[in-house]
Every structure is written in structure tokens, then in C-alpha cells.
């Protein structure tokens, strides 16, 4: 079955500190998606990478698809309190996306 | 505006007494899913519907059923809910399966006492 491990599973930064977080598949993936939920909320889409080493920016937000369409990245430039959630990424597999273990990150004012 | 909506936001139970979830949605996406979330873990696939076809996964339980009626209105039923059942639900929905979006509710907050 589908493995998707996200790394590190907490994080916490000086407010104004990068931050990154990594999502890796055991299998070449079709696309990736990232989601965003702040504590308390629901999941809310933040983007989808289809081509390999594809590479897309929101803003302080960059996302990344690996050559291989087996890993994909997020990294948040100069973090703000606003930041503050958990990011799981969500694969396909057979007709459905699976989300990732996901990330949760605490910044620090 | 509100695209997916969930009713009732909160909900408790009593331990072995069936419950019922909602979920509608403006969008009129064709598949609708459900999800079980617990504390610090990531959303669970529970079964999904594409259009009318109802899609369970192979892990979840037999006390969980769904259904659709019409293509804006999708219902959780927990038959017997134990104390393990304690969780958020999350509706969402998307427009087909795999490339698209999910566009999610607020969710459940269900307690089981």
C-alpha cells in the first residue's frame, strides 16, 4: 500500500525563521497536493504539483516535486504567527488522495 | 459562501447510540468523502461517493455507513458508537477524483460518553 511519511513531525521556530518540511512516497507519484490546517480548523488547499521537478511559489511559500515524483517540500520563508498549523501533503493512490502524517509548526513570537 | 457545510458542529453521544452526521454542499462537486480525524493525527478516509456510487475503504468499520440521497447532501451514520469513535469528521468534496481539489467542511466534533 501507499507510504507517505512526512518529516519532522513538529517544528518550532523563531518567529522570522525558515522552515521546511519534506514528503516522501515508496512509489513514483501522478501528483502531490498540500494542505494547510490551523489548530482547531479544517484542511484548506494550498496547491497541487504535477511535472516532474516542478517548482511554485505563494507568496513565502515554496513547493517543490522532486525529479523522481517520489518526494515533494515546503518551505516557508521568514515565518509569521500566521504560519502557525499542521501541513500534511496528499497523494493519490488507486481513485483517492491519502494525506501524509504531517507536519505541525509552532512559531515562537 | 458557504461552500461545505456541517451539521451539527459539535455533537455528543452516548455510548452505544446511534448518531447521525451531515454534510451539504453549494458546490456541486460529484464526489464526497468522509473523513475521521483523532487528536494529532492525519485525516483518515472513511468511504467516498462518486456521484451515486459509494466507495468504502477496506478498513473501515462495519459500524460506520453512509449515504447519499442527492448530489448536495452526504450522511454519516454511526451505528453503535464506542468510545474509539470519539473524533472529528471532516466532509469534503471535490469535482473528480485524484487531480482536484478538496474543499472541506468545518467538521464534527463528535464525543462519546
Known amino acids: 500500500g501507499q507510504q507517505v511519511m512526512q518529516i519532522p513531525q513538529y517544528q518550532h521556530v523563531q518567529e522570522g525563521e525558515d522552515f521546511t518540511t519534506y514528503c516522501n512516497s515508496s512509489t513514483t507519484l501522478s501528483n502531490i497536493q498540500w494542505y494547510k490546517q490551523r489548530p482547531g480548523g479544517h484542511p484548506v488547499f494550498l496547491i497541487q504539483?504535477?511535472?516532474?521537478?516542478e517548482v511554485k511559489k505563494q507568496k513565502r511559500l515554496t513547493f517543490q516535486f522532486g525529479e523522481a515524483k517520489k518526494n515533494s517540500s515546503l518551505h516557508i520563508t521568514a515565518t509569521q504567527t500566521t504560519d502557525v498549523g499542521t501541513y500534511f501533503c496528499?497523494?493519490?493512490?488507486?481513485?483517492?488522495?491519502?494525506f501524509g502524517t504531517g507536519t505541525s509548526l509552532t512559531v515562537i513570537p | 459562501d458557504a461552500m461545505v457545510i456541517q451539521n451539527p458542529r459539535y455533537q455528543v453521544t452516548q455510548f452505544g447510540k446511534p448518531v447521525t452526521l451531515s454534510c451539504s454542499q453549494t458546490?456541486?462537486?460529484?464526489?464526497m468523502y468522509w473523513y475521521q480525524q483523532k487528536s494529532s493525527q492525519a485525516p483518515k478516509l472513511l468511504f467516498h461517493?462518486?456521484?451515486?456510487?459509494?466507495?468504502n475503504e477496506a478498513d473501515t468499520p462495519d459500524n460506520f455507513q453512509s449515504r447519499r440521497p442527492n448530489t448536495s447532501f452526504c450522511f454519516l451514520d454511526i451505528r453503535s458508537p464506542g468510545l474509539g469513535d470519539a473524533a472529528m469528521y471532516l466532509c469534503?468534496?471535490?469535482?473528480?477524483?485524484?487531480?482536484?481539489?478538496?474543499?472541506f467542511g468545518p467538521g464534527t466534533r463528535l464525543l462519546v460518553l
Open positions: 458546490l456541486n462537486h460529484n464526489v
Open positions: 469534503a468534496t471535490s469535482r473528480a477524483h485524484r487531480t482536484e481539489t478538496q474543499y
Open positions: 461517493y462518486y456521484d451515486k456510487d459509494f466507495n
Open positions: 496528499a497523494v493519490p493512490t488507486g481513485n483517492q488522495f491519502y
Open positions: 504539483l504535477v511535472k516532474s521537478g
